[in-house]
């Protein structure tokens, strides 16, 4: 298994509140992703990064960001948290030219209430 | 606007029987395709992949046909085994940016003994 550890694995928290999801890998992989899976959308890519302290907005990004300040860690914070971001969260790592597949942490569980 | 399609959210094949699970995209820029797979409680591993350039791409029992014309691709799993249950994503990506996988929505896959 690729080396990706997420961090809470489960997370209850109040609306309004801000949270931060942790990824961190061990693979040196250049890319990390943060997608989210909902019932009926599959999974949606909130932000990426291409490198440290390069990363770019995906296609739901609203209400989130993200940090990178070392190779081996990509963080996703929500901002003020909203029932909306109840989801399961998947952190991800690729290479290009190795492996074009992405690899997948274990999810994270974040319930909004 | 859904990029990547998979119209049939639940399939169930017998064990030993053939399972073909579709895929839809509208985006010609797509030149990479991915299928992943993702059982409870997981995240998604990586299970076959096509590029563009190609129209099959066989790996033991899970073979991916790709008709660009039509948008199509499909994966074929023979024989189905009852291990194969979970649901199969389909991803596109443009090889060339960024790795960003776009996700259809899943579809769930019961084989039954």
């Known amino acids: 298994d690729a080396g990706i550890t997420q961090s809470p694995r489960h997370k209850v928290t109040e609306t309004g509140t801000p949270v931060t999801l942790r990824c961190h890998q061990t693979?040196?992989?250049?890319?990390m992703y943060w997608y989210r899976q909902d019932p009926g959308h599959g999974l949606r890519l909130i932000h990426y990064?291409?490198?440290?302290?390069?990363?770019d907005k995906g296609e739901v990004s609203d209400g989130y960001s993200v940090s990178r300040s070392k190779t081996e860690d990509f963080l996703l914070t929500l901002e003020s948290a909203t029932s909306s971001q109840t989801s399961v969260y998947f952190c991800?790592?690729?290479?290009?030219?190795?492996?074009?597949?992405?690899?997948f942490g274990q999810g994270t569980r974040l319930t909004v209430v | 606007d859904q990029q990547v399609k998979q119209n049939s959210p639940s399939l169930s094949v017998q064990e030993g029987r053939i399972s073909i699970l579709n895929c839809d995209y509208t985006n010609s820029m797509f030149d990479y395709f991915l299928w992943y797979k993702k059982y409870p409680a997981e995240g998604p591993t990586f299970l076959i992949s096509?590029?563009?350039?190609?129209d099959k791409n066989e790996d033991g029992r899970f073979t991916v046909f790709l008709n660009k014309s039509a948008k199509h691709l499909s994966l074929h799993i023979v024989p189905s085994q009852p291990g194969d249950s979970a649901v199969y994503f389909c991803a596109a990506m443009v090889y060339n940016q960024g790795g960003k996988l776009i996700f259809g929505q899943g579809t769930e896959l019961s084989v039954k003994p």
């Open positions: 096509i590029s563009s350039i190609k």
């Open positions: 990064s291409y490198g440290v302290k390069d990363t």
């Open positions: 991800a790592i690729s290479e290009r030219g190795l492996n074009t597949e992405a690899f």
């Open positions: 693979e040196n992989h250049r890319y």
